[in-house]
Nanobody, 125 residues
Framework: QVQLVESGGGLVQTGGSLRLSCAAS????????MGWFRQAPGKEREFVAD????????HYADSVKGRFTISRDNAKNTVYLQMNSLKPEDTAVYYC??????????????????WGQGTQVAVSS
């Protein structure tokens, strides 16, 4: 089992930047591809980005492509999400999770498990 703790959220103005971190417990972190999702009030959990086990392959939602960058440091059991050019519509709770079920597409929350508690990101206009 993997336990995750997200951090780095906060309040930022439009156009600003934040860097989210997701620290994982356990020695199996490098065995998992990792994803970031977000959930705004009253909306479903939405795919943001995914990174494979080595960090050599990434995938982004169209809404964040060119603005967000996912990366990982397997030595530190940590995955990051660098968010630039933030917009009010990026406001949400951001979650990370390991990809545990290949029966679902990368962009489906059902492909992921062991969700963390999330970190709040608020972008003011």
């Amino acid at each position: 089992q993997v336990q995750l703790v997200e951090s780095g959220g906060g309040l930022v103005q439009t156009g600003g930047s934040l860097r989210l971190s997701c620290a994982a417990s356990g020695r199996t972190f490098s065995s998992y591809a990792m994803g970031w999702f977000r959930q705004a009030p009253g909306k479903e959990r939405e795919f943001v980005a995914d990174i494979n086990r080595s960090g050599g392959s990434t995938h982004y939602a169209d809404s964040v492509k060119g603005r967000f960058t996912i990366s990982r440091d397997n030595a530190k059991n940590t995955v990051y999400l660098q968010m630039n050019s933030l917009k009010p519509e990026d406001t949400a709770v951001y979650y990370c999770a390991p990809r545990v079920n290949d029966a679902y597409t990368i962009e489906s929350p059902r492909a992921y498990g062991y969700w963390g508690q999330g970190t709040q990101v608020a972008v003011s206009s």
